[in-house]
């Protein structure tokens, strides 16, 4: 059973910074096999975001463009944990932020337009001063 944990949101001034992580037990991030990892949000009365993904399939990444230049996805694949470093961050990044994964084949794009089929619980990064 696939179990993903996100840790690390909070308040925060605009400007400042934040790193996301998320933990996951019953999925590994092993490169003989495809799979796909991502960074999702939701802010009130808004639909959910894809934020930023890797797929491995095809080794590609992406970014939303609300948040290219400020933030960075990346892996720790022995520790089965990636993260979301968030840099000058702006009031409309306010939302709760979701982890996200996937064992199939697609691009990163793909993945962060459509979804993934695991999901953490969230965690809430409020910006505000």
């Known amino acids: 059973q696939v179990h993903l944990v996100e840790s690390g949101g909070g308040l925060v001034q605009p400007g400042g910074s934040l790193r996301l992580s998320c933990a996951a037990s019953?999925?590994?991030?092993?490169?003989?096999?495809?799979?796909?990892i991502g960074w999702f949000r939701q802010a009130p009365g808004k639909e959910r975001e894809g934020v930023s993904c890797?797929?491995?399939?095809?080794?590609?990444?992406y970014y939303a463009d609300s948040v290219k230049g400020r933030f960075t996805i990346s892996r720790d694949n022995a520790k089965n944990t990636w993260y979301l470093q968030m840099n000058s961050l702006k009031g409309e990044d306010t939302a709760v932020y979701y982890c996200?994964?996937?064992?199939?084949?697609?691009?990163?794009?793909?993945?962060?337009?459509?979804?993934?089929?695991?999901w953490g619980k969230g965690t809430l990064v409020t910006v505000s001063s």
């Open positions: 996200a994964a996937d064992q199939s084949q697609g691009s990163a794009r793909h993945y962060c337009r459509y979804g993934m089929d695991y």
């Open positions: 019953g999925f590994t991030l092993d490169y003989r096999v495809h799979y796909a």
């Open positions: 890797i797929s491995s399939s095809d080794d590609s990444t």
